[in-house]
């Protein structure tokens, strides 16, 4: 199961777990209730998976592609960690499946705090529209995974602050009516 725990608010390594001090473990009903979705796969079937392919037709997940982040798989490497890990929101999903390694996924909870969510092999994860997020790896600096989009894929990344945007507007609508 997954992962999530709230951040401490030291500025060392992001790759370190950033566990805040006393624990406060989040857990998924948390989690969904600030929209973000999560699944358990078995990602050494990933290409024939019946279950992921239900996830897909039933969320209309129509585009995907895999990336390797790590030093010698991604060009410009160093640069892609820094904006990765830059609070920013998108205008549509993002939706990530690890197939291989593990990092970390930090979203912003109703108060604006940092949750992270420790993602590794198997895991599947939707984040919504509108929510303020970044990743980073782990220590381990690798991870392999497969990007999911409904239809063509936006890459485009809305650096805080963004609150402008439609998609910041229905999330914090979204948001207004789960409290």
Known sequence: MVQAWYMDKSA????RPHRGEPARPVDLE???GLGVLY???DADKYENDPELEKIRKERNYSWMDIITICKDKL???EEKIKMFYEEHLHLDDEIRYILDGSGYFDVRDKEDRWIRIFME????ITLPA???HRFTLDEKNYVKAMRLFVGDPVWTAYNRPA??????GQYLEFLAQTA
């Open 130 to 132: 509108g929510i303020y």
């Open 163 to 168: 609150d402008h945007f439609e998609a910041r």
């Open 39 to 41: 699944w358990k796969l």
């Open 30 to 32: 948390q989690l969904r």
């Open 75 to 77: 060009p410009n490497y």
């Open 12 to 15: 060392d390594d992001p790759r």
């Open 121 to 124: 092999k198997g895991d599947m």
